[in-house]
Nanobody, 120 residues
Framework: VQLQACGGGLVQAGGSLRLSCGVS????????MAWFRRAPGKEREFVAV????????YYADSVKGRFTIFRDHIKNTVYLQMNILKPEDTAVYYC??????????????WGQGTQVTVSS
């Protein structure tokens, strides 16, 4: 399974970005898909996940109400729509495929990361 993330960039606080993660190699619907991020000097943290069976979504408290994870099965792509961005959202964002949950050890496949920088 290969994941290719893109869509990062520089945006002002209050702005929006949409990250994309294309999945290839195995049936897209076989995995829960998640986004994590790593801010400078910090550990990687959970952002959002969509469960592969229930399609339920879960978010970190810090992004709830501002970020939305969704997937397009025809395009084999998962997205992270990020609105009302804050400087503290600045990080490298990673998409991941695996069994689900908030623990990064549950994910076997990772994208290469895409940089999101939010200026104040």
């Amino acid at each position: 399974v290969q994941l290719q993330a893109c869509g990062g960039g520089l945006v002002q606080a209050g702005g929006s970005l949409r990250l994309s993660c294309g999945v290839s190699g195995r049936p897209f619907s076989s995995y829960s898909m998640a986004w994590f991020r790593r801010a400078p000097g910090k550990e990687r943290e959970f952002v959002a996940v969509m469960h592969w069976i229930s399609r339920n979504t879960y978010y970190a408290d810090s992004v709830k109400g501002r970020f939305t994870i969704f997937r397009d099965h025809i395009k084999n792509t998962v997205y992270l729509q990020m609105n009302i961005l804050k400087p503290e959202d600045t990080a490298v964002y990673y998409c991941a495929a695996g069994s689900g949950g908030r623990d990064d050890s549950n994910y076997d496949y990772w994208g290469q990361g895409t940089q999101v920088t939010v200026s104040s």
